[in-house]
């Protein structure tokens, strides 16, 4: 059994006063029901927890009304750090559920092609992440203000999401980062933590993530052509 996690307890900061970004509308519906809709419609999927903010619950049961959704859903509370949600996330799952697939709810273009690539890929070796290769020439800087050296981009990934785990691993990783007292940006980072090697899922698909304003109009063109 599978299921997924859909993180969408973020408070937009970056999208300016006053604006959800999971609730923008974009080719005719709210960003995070793209999202969960996509989740929805795939067979892989068994069944569907949505991490969110306490507040936007009654907003979240509004939109499953509209969906005609099929598969079993719940809400988790958001935490403190991205983290904190997914914790409260897998605290939800079904007890028969191995493999679980998280997935940022500000990201509604992912096709159903590479989710399953990388559930598949995650049951095969424990954990498994959609990334896409660095095109661009990259240079590190240790001021913000100069170059201090070249990288190879033959070896950088940009990592997206879904992110993928057998469910006794990312609770292993996710428990080693809370007895840890640290802070991870990604759930694959809590893998780092107990040696756990993620493999890489290559989506060739644009796979953007909702962040700022201008990301709107690209997301709206890659939804209407799929």
């Given amino acids: 059994m599978t299921s997924s996690i859909i993180v969408a307890a973020g408070r937009s900061t970056r999208m300016g006063a006053g604006a959800d970004k999971l609730f923008l509308e974009v080719a005719g519906l709210p960003v995070v029901a793209h999202t969960w809709r996509r989740f929805d419609a795939l067979e892989c999927i068994d069944e569907v927890i949505l991490v969110i903010r306490q507040d936007a619950q009654s ?9 005609k959704l099929r598969k079993p859903f719940q809400f ?3 935490g403190k750090e991205r983290q904190d949600s997914v914790w409260n996330g897998l605290q939800l799952i079904s007890s028969r559920s191995d493999v679980v697939a998280i997935h940022d709810g500000a990201r509604p273009c992912t096709s159903g ?3 399953g690539r990388t559930i598949v890929a995650a049951r095969e070796f ?3 992440v959609a990334a896409q290769r660095v095109t661009d020439t990259m240079k590190q800087s240790d001021d913000g203000e100069t ?3 070249h990288l190879d981009r033959s070896r950088l990934w940009a990592v997206q999401t879904p992110q ?3 469910v006794d691993v990312i609770r292993r990783a996710l428990t080693a980062v809370r007895e840890g007292g640290l802070l991870v940006t990604d759930d694959t980072a809590a893998c ?7 493999r890489l899922v290559e989506s060739a698909s644009p796979n953007p993530k909702v962040t ?3 990301d709107l109009a690209y997301v709206e063109l890659i939804l209407r052509e799929q």
């Avoid at 907003?59 to 969906?67: H, I, K, N, R, S």
């Avoid at 780092?192 to 993620?198: C, K, L, N, S």
């Fill in 164 to 166: 993928a785990f057998r």
């Fill in 59 to 67: 907003a979240f049961e509004q939109m499953a009304a509209g969906l």
């Fill in 192 to 198: 780092e933590r107990i040696g756990q090697p993620v």
């Fill in 113 to 115: 092609e590479v989710i």
């Fill in 76 to 78: 988790a509370v958001g």
């Fill in 147 to 149: 170059i201090a050296q």
């Fill in 126 to 128: 424990g954990a498994a």
């Fill in 212 to 214: 700022v304003p201008a």
